[in-house]
């Protein structure tokens, strides 16, 4: 009798176990779950924000069939230009200052380093340059 009564304590502590354990990877296999889940739902709404983006971009292209046009667009937009070109941007009159269109331009390679330095901590106003 008492060696049943033990044989019934071992077959009830193995399956206590087996169904704590079986929860807790059930747990873990949920919170897996849930987790993946929020993935894909932000994977999904970047994919949705690519495929407008895509379908506003195909319109786009489908509105202006003439390459020049297309080139003309995209200079404009994106500011690309070509090996060999140089880009020239127009300042309004009203943000140039007169003084410093008329001073000559200042090349970085002729200055002094810690001419530069003081350039780059202090703004444009150093102490007089001495040439060495």
Request: proline residues 10%; without cysteine; charged residues 20%.
């Amino acid at each position: 009798m008492n060696e049943a009564k033990g044989v019934r304590t071992v077959i009830w502590t193995a399956l206590l176990v087996f169904t704590v354990f079986t929860f807790l990877s059930l747990t873990r296999y949920m919170y897996r779950v849930q987790r993946l889940e929020r993935v894909y739902r932000v994977v999904a709404t970047q994919n949705a924000m690519l495929l407008a983006t895509q379908a506003a971009l195909e319109t786009q292209i489908a509105s202006t069939p003439n390459p020049q046009e297309m080139e003309r667009l995209i200079r404009e937009r994106m500011g690309q230009v070509q090996p060999g070109e140089i880009p020239i941007r127009v300042i309004p009159e009203q943000q140039m200052r007169h003084d410093d269109a008329l001073a000559p331009p200042l090349r970085i390679r002729d200055l002094p380093p810690w001419y530069v330095w003081w350039l780059l901590f202090f703004g444009p106003e150093p102490p007089a340059v001495t040439s060495p």
